[in-house]
């Protein structure tokens, strides 16, 4: 196996003559970037980085251009937690919380919560998936949910520490020859021994060499991950036509101007009485509408 390591990348995988397939990713800037402007406790900025490993992980087994939305909804502590990944590997991250996250554990947070997949193609109809919440961690929640909801074996490990994250996704594809099962059921109580810090400090290579090493597995060139928040002007501007003019009259009478932040990158958005009204003028004017 051959590997040009660069950090934060992931490494698809896939084990010769079987139907199972894997990634690798380690986050660090990235995660660092998407998080950099959030006042979040450690222990939630270790469980969104586990989120985030996943939804890369995730996205790169999608055969669409568009984007992977993971959510986890609950009346708990925490509240909502969402991760953005596209097609390209771009992430972002968020999360919302009421009051103090007592106990040291993600379950200890959560209170009726469900677990929210979506998926956003660039052409055609979104999808979105909602199931209750079965397992104990990040990795058990998407491994039930991929096997109640896509019918795909799949099996994660994931692993975060300050701004460093990382992740190990193993797939059985829907294939059903005996050889296959054998394959997954030896690789997957292989990968059960990885260690946090083999996920976290390893280059991909090494770490395959450890795992499988009787394995015959072909790594693949390491794709980039980056941060990147896809809010804009323009975004701006369409929520609040999405709004209405009497709902936009209302906030400038109240305010004198609309103000948003983005609950990503914290980016302040100002959009003053003259402008807000013009983009309703827009609309109303004759002419050919795009």
């Known amino acids: 196996m051959k590997n040009a390591q660069r950090p934060d990348q992931l490494h698809p995988f896939i084990f010769e003559q079987s139907a199972v397939r894997g990634n690798f990713v380690q986050l660090n800037q990235s995660l660092f970037t998407a998080l950099e402007h959030q006042s979040l406790p450690d222990a ?34 925490l509240q909502l937690l969402v991760v953005e990944c596209t097609s390209a590997l771009n992430i ?35 999808y979105q998936g909602i199931v209750p919440l079965e397992g104990d961690s990040i990795a058990s929640m998407l491994e039930n949910y991929m096997l109640r909801s896509q019918q795909i074996d799949t099996r994660l490990w994931l692993t975060a520490e ?7 996704l193993l797939q059985k594809l829907p294939q059903q020859q005996e050889s296959d099962l054998d394959c997954w059921n030896r690789v997957q109580h292989l990968a059960g021994t990885v260690t946090a810090p083999e ?21 693949f060139s390491g794709r980039e991950v980056q941060a990147f928040c896809s809010c804009s002007q323009a975004n701006v501007s369409n929520m609040l036509q999405m709004l209405g ?5 209302s906030i400038l009478q ?37």
């Open 245 to 249: 003019l009497e709902e936009v009259q």
């Open 199 to 219: 996920l976290l400090d390893l280059e991909a290579v090494t770490l395959l060499q450890r795992l499988f090493v009787e394995e015959d597995v072909r790594l």
């Open 254 to 290: 109240e305010q004198g101007s609309i103000e948003i932040q983005c609950d990503f990158c914290h980016k302040h958005y100002v959009v003053d009485e003259e402008e807000a009204l013009a983009l309703f003028e827009a609309d109303n004017s004759p002419g050919i509408k795009h």
């Open 44 to 77: 939630l900025k270790s469980v969104i980085g586990e989120f985030a490993a996943a939804s890369v992980l995730l996205t790169s087994t999608l055969k669409m251009q568009g984007k992977l939305i993971l959510q986890l909804q609950s009346k708990g502590a």
């Open 162 to 168: 300050g701004n460093r994250a990382a992740g190990l």
């Open 92 to 126: 972002r991250a968020t999360a919302k919380i009421s009051g103090e996250l007592n106990g040291p554990h993600l379950i200890d947070w959560l209170a009726q919560g469900q677990l929210v997949i979506t998926l956003m193609p660039e052409t055609g109809e979104p």
